[in-house]
């Protein structure tokens, strides 16, 4: 690469959209790819689409950055999440002592994991949870001035799933309340659907993990840049009835991206034939920020609240994100780092 190539590059500011996955406490990764890409002046977010702990990343960002631009942006972020980890501090989901001993995050061998794990499959939340408390509503009041989201430079799009039709729906600016971005992230093995606007809703990574389609339709910028925390592959076939049930949640919750992504390629080819049919889309240049060590985190881990975990994934994401810019920034603006076409052999 041609350094000063790069330098005058990066001299001129570049819109880029967000795409942001869900993931429980893992998207403090999300939260490290974040923090470093905010450190940017060249790059300009223009709008952000998120799902589950993607939607609470958005919107805090969305709302710090209203306040104070990117540094106030970057101090929203951790904010957030220290309320997250010091709400967790009387969390009965915590690692045993060997798991400490050992260096594991996950909480599989934790007796109140497992005893929870085996209750949900008897009892659903409206049995053990009837009042329907969830202790994210203080932390999203405490961290997002919903008030004046809409006045946000930064367009956001909150995916959750209707119960009712098992559609996704996309709120906006405008649209955004604590109940909005609870429904996004709500599983349903774990907390009582949202209801809003009469209408029931749980997590969106069931619909779009994020959805793609508004960054297209309603976004001026060319380039989205995919945060990815739910690992596409790995290569050894589940075994554990526990295995087996994550490596299902991982496939269901990546099928609505994968297939976005798909009728991008897609639409790339025709273009590149001569079509005039989805020339818009067919511009979208996809970028992905992801990390191999997110495929050693066990579904469990998810839960995992503790601040030493969660600033683990931040400097992760921090350096995912580092090495992005480093091999791929200079194609923002300029082509896809990401291979679309390799998802659509063997289709």
């Known amino acids: 690469m041609n350094t000063s190539t790069g330098q005058s590059r990066r001299s001129v500011p570049k819109p880029v ?19 470093r890409l905010l450190e940017e002046p060249w790059l300009q977010i223009d709008g952000i689409s998120g799902t589950s702990a993607g939607a609470m990343n958005a919107a805090v960002l969305a709302s710090g950055y209203l306040q104070n631009g990117a540094a106030g942006a970057r101090t929203a972020l951790e904010d957030f999440w220290r ?7 009387l969390s009965p989901f915590s690692r045993t002592p060997l798991d400490v001993l ?33 202790p994210l509503t203080r932390i999203l009041l405490d961290s997002i001035d919903f008030d004046h989201l809409r006045e946000a430079p930064i367009k956001l799009f909150i995916t959750a799933t ?40 749980w997590d969106g990574g069931y619909a779009g993990n994020p959805t793609i389609t508004p960054l297209v339709r309603e976004c001026s910028a060319s380039d989205t840049l995919l945060v990815q925390v739910n690992p596409i592959e790995r290569d050894e076939t589940p075994r554990s009835a526990r295995d087996i049930i994550s490596r299902l949640n991982e496939v269901a919750f990546n099928a609505p991206l994968l297939k976005e992504l798909r009728m991008i390629a897609l639409l790339h080819q025709a273009a590149d034939a001569g079509s005039d049919e989805g020339r818009h889309w067919a511009e979208m240049r996809i970028h992905r920020i992801a990390s191999p060590m997110m495929t050693s985190l066990g579904y469990s881990s998810k839960l995992n609240a503790e601040w030493a975990f969660l600033t683990m994934l931040r400097d992760e994401g921090r350096r995912a994100a580092e090495a992005f810019l480093a091999e791929h920034g200079d194609q923002i603006g300029v082509s896809s780092s990401f291979d679309l076409d390799a998802l659509l052999e063997g289709v």
Not at 18 to 34: E, I, R
Not at 83 to 89: G, K, L, N
Not at 166 to 194: I, K
Request: charged share 20%; aromatic share 10%; with cysteine.
């Open 17 to 35: 959209d967000l795409a942001l996955q869900g993931g429980g406490s893992h998207g403090a990764f999300t939260w490290g790819v974040l923090d």
């Open 83 to 89: 309320r997250v980890s010091d709400a967790a501090r």
């Open 102 to 134: 050992m260096g594991r995050w996950s909480l599989d061998h934790s007796p109140m994991f497992i005893s929870f794990d085996l209750a949900a499959r008897l009892f659903s939340p409206y049995d053990l949870n009837p009042s329907g408390v969830n």
């Open 162 to 201: 209707r119960v009712r039709t098992g559609q996704g729906r996309v709120f906006r600016n405008a649209d955004l309340t604590p109940d909005v971005l609870l429904a996004s992230a709500c599983l349903p093995t774990m907390f009582q659907a949202v209801e809003i606007d009469g209408d029931a809703y």
